[in-house]
């Protein structure tokens, strides 16, 4: 995934505990997104996102000493992201509500129709109703399905991220893929 | 291979993790039940719909919003990096504080209205009674002595 960057994760962060702090804005800027993209499977709501996420960025810059070259930068910022989402989640107990976001971040009604018919589709799904399915599957499904296919992490990076044995990671996307594939189908039918 | 195996096994099938005695028992197994290969497709879809979906991108006032609490940190850490932990205003605010009370002190305790000094002044008062009553006694010590050597000349 690093490889059409100069630099890989790993060497920007060395970097920027050498002190560079354009390193840190690369960082930033390779991660922001994905961050983004995880942390949302958590919360269901954007702004609330982005704060976790602002606050994963914070630590990466005030913690960047404590990172060591034995694990994947990913690994690391994954696991702080992973952490900080659920401290969140302790503090505020999880609200759920009737809405999805589209795909340029703006939270709608679900039951607004002719916002989701005019949202784009791919593969025949619309990408609101795909973050929908993903929200009916469990939970311990559905963040390993998506560090796996969203994220694109390998299972071992994820095992080390949820802190869940190689085998159960393994079970658990195959699960949630299964039970997404079947949302989906239905849905087509 | 039994239907619960093999769903198990869907995911390791369409990601090539598989060794060739596995794959092949697989296959085989579709082979004999065609009807379940629709499953394996559902997935794979669900895999591509997934890995092709468009990212969210944060919102515009990301950056700036984290560019904000950085400074808000440096400026912490300057402040923090002042004079004994204090920062330079506080501990000058500080220094002379301390010094208003030494001399707000020193003006109301004065040395006339202190205890001690009064008490001193007792002392040396004592003393100098106390140095009045020894000359006297030696006075009329001396003054029996020259009434003595009176006497004795007398005799």
Partial sequence: MNDKFKYSDEKLILRFQEGDINAYNELVKRYKDRLLNFVLRYFNNVEQAEDVVQDTLIKLYTHASYYKNVAKFSTWIFTIAKNNALTELRKNKRKKTDSL???DGQIIDINSKE??????????IAIDQLNKFLDEIPENFRMAVVLRDFQELSYEEISKILEIPIGTIKSRINR????????????KE | ???NKFEDRISDWIENSMDIKERKEFEKYLAENPEHKKKVDDVRNAMNVMQTAPSLKTSDSFDKK???????LNDNKNVSSGIMGFSRQNFVYLTLSVFCIFMLSAYLIQPSQSNYFIADEESVTQENISEKEDTEIKDVELLNDV???????KD
């Fill in chain 1, 101 to 103: 976001w589209t795909e």
């Fill in chain 2, 1 to 3: 291979m039994d239907y």
């Fill in chain 2, 66 to 72: 984290l560019q904000d609490r950085i400074n808000a």
């Fill in chain 2, 147 to 153: 009434n003595g050597s009176f006497v004795s000349d």
């Fill in chain 1, 176 to 187: 949630g893929r299964i039970q997404l594939a079947e949302k989906m189908k239905h849905f």
């Fill in chain 1, 115 to 124: 916002e989701s018919l005019d949202s784009k589709v791919q593969n025949e």
